[in-house]
């Protein structure tokens, strides 16, 4: 599912925190760059998944993604991903996948498609130690940058629960309505964003 893994930002929260290059060339070491942003691989599958477990067990007692189904689209459509790296360490990401419908449906929270000209937003989650920090913020802002290089792709969906709403309509995100797809005793609004307008904004994709 689609929750947000910290709280609703103010607008301003779109700027990188004071002291985060946005360019992986500023290094503080010789080995590893300051801050990057790049797409996610099975290899990091892991370090995801602890994030994830943390941000969502204590919350809603699932994870929208087990370890298993965060290596299926890390091997299938890893462009759909997006970390954030500093120093070398995982601090937040994103991961999605294609999908072919209108609407979300139980199979898309599983299902990768190829053909799909829509880009399903399964998650977002940052580190317990990187909250109320706006990464969350300029991690989406990234992400849907680097949706917008890829041509095939025409908008993003994702589903959340309601308190979260306001965060995603700061990034263009409209509401479908209520979603289909329910987990347990949750219940999700359903919110899709066209991706024209960021499509100009290709030079800032991490990926």
């Known amino acids: 599912m689609n929750t947000l893994s910290i709280c609703p ?3 301003e929260a779109l700027c990188l925190p004071p002291g985060i ?3 992986p060339g500023c290094q503080r070491r010789h080995t590893l760059p300051a801050s990057e942003f790049r797409c996610l691989t ?3 599958a892991v370090s995801v998944f ?17 370890l298993d189904e965060i290596r299926h689209f890390l091997t299938l459509c890893p ?3 997006l970390g954030w790296f500093q120093e070398g360490r995982l601090v937040a990401f994103i991961i999605g996948s294609l999908w072919d419908q ?3 449906t139980q199979e898309s929270l599983t299902l990768h498609r190829p053909g799909g000209r829509t880009a399903h937003l399964h998650v977002l ?11 969350g913020s300029v991690l989406l802002w990234r992400y849907l940058q680097h949706l917008g290089s890829q041509p095939a792709v025409r908008r993003a969906v994702l589903m959340c629960e309601d308190e979260l709403v306001p965060f995603y309509e700061k990034f263009g995100f409209e509401r479908v309505g209520r979603c289909a797809v329910a987990v347990g005793p949750l ?3 359903e919110l899709q964003c066209s991706l024209r307008g960021h499509a100009s904004k290709r030079r800032n994709s991490g990926c």
């Not at 602890?50 to 087990?66: D, K, N, Q």
């Not at 989650?125 to 990464?135: E, I, M, P, T």
């Open 9 to 11: 930002l103010k607008p």
């Open 21 to 23: 290059s946005e360019s």
């Open 42 to 44: 099975p290899d990091d």
């Open 50 to 66: 602890e994030i994830e477990r943390e941000a969502f067990i204590s919350v809603s007692g699932t994870c929208p993604l087990h």
């Open 79 to 81: 462009d759909l991903s």
């Open 102 to 104: 209108e609407r979300l």
């Open 125 to 135: 989650a940052v580190h317990r130690a990187c909250r109320q920090q706006g990464k």
């Open 187 to 189: 219940t999700f609004t």
